[in-house]
Structure formats: structure tokens, C-alpha cells
């Protein structure tokens, strides 16, 4: 069962990045594959990393009032874009505006399975 939420997650970070790529032009992912593993390596960062830092940032992110995890959010997308080759991320702003997409198309496409599963 946790191999299939991964895999849909997994799913669902491969469409936002799709997204990501067409709406900004300062996103460029190269290939399927590179496409494919840095949906995994968000999914991953995710899942394990982005819990964790969370936890060890609380306090932060109390004081900022969620400032803090979003600078977590765009860390994690930073990480995928790091860690991939043939995928990069130019300016600040598009790293913002990204990391909003993303989020948005989590959301989005988490309610319409919700929905869609109820």
C-alpha cells in the first residue's frame, strides 16, 4: 500500500514538473529520464527529507508563520534541480513561482484522487 502512494505521488510530481517546464521559461528539464528522476528525487525529498526538516525548523516556522516551510518546499525542489542533470532552474522568482505550481498541482490533483476515491 505505501508503494502504491509513492508511485502515485510520484505520478503527481511528474505532471507538475510538466507544468513547471511548459509555464516557465527559466525551467528546463531535458529528457524523460531526467524528467522521471527528479519527480522521484522530489518524492522522495518529500517524503523523507521535508518531514524531518520541518521538525527541526518548528520553531521557525511558528515565528515566520509558514515562512519557513515554504523556504522548505522550495529547498526540496532546489534538491531535485541539484541532484538531476539536464534540469535547472534560473532565478530566484522562478524558483518561487515554481515551487507554487507544484504545490498547486499536489493539491489539485490530491483532491481530485480524494474525490475521485470517495
Do not use: Q
Request: glycine share 10%; no cysteine; hydrophobic share 65%.
Amino acid at each position: 500500500m505505501v508503494w502504491i502512494a509513492l508511485l502515485v505521488r510520484w505520478g503527481i510530481n511528474t505532471l507538475a514538473l510538466i507544468v513547471v517546464d511548459w509555464m516557465f521559461s527559466g525551467v528546463t528539464i531535458g529528457r524523460w529520464g531526467s524528467l522521471l528522476l527528479a519527480a522521484a528525487i522530489l518524492t522522495i525529498g518529500n517524503t523523507i527529507v521535508k518531514p524531518i526538516l520541518a521538525i527541526l525548523t518548528l520553531p521557525l516556522i511558528i515565528v515566520t508563520f509558514g515562512l519557513a516551510y515554504f523556504a522548505i518546499n522550495v529547498l526540496m525542489l532546489a534538491l531535485a534541480e541539484w541532484i538531476t542533470p539536464d534540469f535547472s532552474i534560473s532565478g530566484f522568482w522562478t524558483y518561487i513561482g515554481a515551487t507554487i505550481v507544484v504545490w498547486l498541482v499536489n493539491v489539485g490533483v490530491g483532491w481530485l484522487l480524494d474525490r475521485i476515491r470517495g
